[in-house]
């Protein structure tokens, strides 16, 4: 009996899954986290936005409650990786750090072979879905935030899981809550990412699936639950004490945080959209834009549910980030630097196809090879600007400070990467335990005694 197909319609020639495409994602992980170690910085630091590491680090050495939203994932996390008797105790959350960024640019690799399907010659999935890891992983703003001790690397994590469970179609719906769970107990951000899901997937009649799935969103905000039990022990780490129901919401819902998020002063948030969308601009090379173009242009043609998705998520964080006013909203781009190495990839594995079905194999490998000596040389120079190989000098200046104090005196400040980085070196290094820092902002909140 003769099969006949349509001349659109390819044969199945290998799934994008397979074993070749999946070992090219894991090499280029492995080289991705190789990077990250090698310019990982050793201690607490205040570079690319680490103000928070000293409080942060803290807060998982001691199973304590950092401030708002408390980050119940990331502390559990982090006290698990503090364990490890290897360095210093910030350095070790660094490192899980760096392990957590590359498992995220890992997924959004993962992510491009699920969205190119089954049909796809294992050659191209296998150099779209590394050329999305490897620009995700070395994308500036990324890299930057995979070396510290800060609460982003763990977020991009969770956000390219969220996607490559939405791009899976036979996923579970309570699976895919539990991943969105799992990111609101992290950074509240992720918010976006639910309303996006929600959007795309709400379908009339569909009322058994989004039960399950809202039961998967519920299901991890139990972690919270961590923040009462930990404050009720007296940890070393107490933001806000949080003991009580009433303390307890307003923590997890940032509430003094509230004023600075303000969507309807319209200038500025215009004028704040406009240094975002550079920013997320710069972290891919604009020499290849057209891929990324390519990649939406086929979503947008072949995974319609997906590119709304991908579209909503983008928009929504950068939305979210223009309206909030703060001096560190730059790291809310995250979630668009996954968005366009997801695009990246896919544009890259639909022109690889293209090509190896009009040109000879020759002319395929030198377009790759173009792709990524440009991937390379765009590494080259993130590595040089965000490299923090051997930086101590924050703790360097603790140490200083509180050895130049007298016994029993009372150090005032008004900065957090002040405060923090001598809190750190109080409670967790036990430095001059003597000393009280006050923050004079909050002077409720207070270093030891």
């Known amino acids: 009996m003769t099969i006949s197909r349509r001349p659109d319609c390819p044969a199945r020639t290998g799934p994008a899954h397979g074993r070749a495409p999946v070992a090219g994602v894991a090499a280029t992980v492995g080289l991705v986290l190789v990077l990250y170690l090698w310019t990982l910085a050793p201690t607490v630091t205040w570079w690319h936005g680490g103000a928070d590491s000293g409080e942060l680090a803290s807060a998982a050495a001691g199973l304590g409650v950092p401030h708002p939203t408390g980050y119940p994932l990331f502390v559990l996390l982090g006290r698990a990786a503090t364990a490890v008797p290897v360095g210093d105790v910030a350095g070790r959350v660094n490192a899980m750090n760096a392990l957590l960024a590359a498992t995220?640019?890992?997924?959004?690799?993962?992510?491009?072979?699920?969205?190119?399907?089954?049909?796809?010659?294992?050659?191209?999935?296998?150099?779209?879905?590394?050329?999305?890891?490897?620009?995700?992983?070395?994308?500036?703003?990324?890299?930057?935030?995979?070396?510290?001790?800060?609460?982003y690397a763990l977020h991009a994590a969770l956000v390219a899981l969220v996607l490559l469970l939405q791009a899976r179609r036979g996923t579970h719906p309570a699976l895919r809550g539990a991943a969105l769970g799992l990111a609101l107990t992290n950074h509240l951000t992720s918010a976006v990412l639910l309303v996006a899901s929600l959007a795309v997937t709400l379908r009339p009649g569909r009322w058994r699936a989004l039960a399950w799935f809202g039961a998967g969103v519920l299901a991890p905000l139990t972690l919270y639950l961590l923040l009462p039990v930990r404050a009720a022990a007296d940890p070393v780490a107490n933001w806000g004490d949080p003991d009580s129901p009433s303390r307890l919401l307003a923590h997890i819902t940032g509430r003094q945080y509230r004023d600075y998020f303000q969507?309807?002063?319209?200038?500025?948030?215009?004028?704040?959209?406009?240094?975002?969308?550079?920013?997320?601009?710069?972290?891919?090379?604009?020499?290849l834009a057209p891929l990324v173009a390519v990649?939406?242009?086929?979503?947008?043609?072949?995974?319609?549910?997906?590119?709304?998705?991908?579209?909503?998520?983008?928009?929504?964080?950068?939305?979210?980030?223009?309206?909030?006013?703060?001096?560190?909203?730059?790291?809310?781009v995250l979630p668009v630097t996954i968005v366009l190495a997801v695009l990246l990839g896919t544009g890259v594995t639909r022109v690889a196809v293209w090509l190896m079905d009009r040109s000879p194999r020759r002319t395929v490998a030198a377009a790759t090879?173009?792709?990524?000596?440009?991937?390379?040389?765009?590494?080259?120079?993130a590595g040089q600007a965000v490299n923090l190989r051997g930086d101590d000098s924050a703790l360097a200046f603790a140490r200083e400070t509180l050895a130049a104090l007298p016994p029993g005196a009372t150090y005032y400040s008004a900065r957090d990467d002040v405060t923090f980085t001598l809190w750190y070196a109080q409670r967790t290094l036990g430095l001059r335990r003597d000393v009280r820092v006050v923050d004079v902002r909050n002077p409720a909140l207070r270093g030891v005694p």
């Open 295 to 332: 990649g939406g242009w086929w979503l947008a043609h072949h995974q319609r549910r997906m590119a709304w998705q991908l579209a909503l998520t983008a928009a929504g964080m950068l939305l979210l980030a223009a309206s909030y006013r703060t001096t560190d909203r730059h790291v809310y």
């Open 104 to 151: 995220g640019a890992g997924l959004a690799g993962l992510t491009v072979l699920v969205l190119v399907g089954q049909r796809t010659h294992p050659l191209p999935a296998a150099l779209g879905a590394s050329a999305c890891v490897l620009a995700c992983g070395t994308a500036p703003l990324y890299w930057s935030q995979a070396i510290i001790a800060e609460v």
């Open 263 to 287: 969507p309807f002063a319209v200038t500025e948030t215009l004028t704040a959209l406009g240094q975002l969308l550079r920013t997320a601009a710069r972290e891919l090379p604009v020499v």
């Open 369 to 381: 090879t173009a792709v990524l000596l440009v991937l390379a040389a765009h590494a080259v120079r």
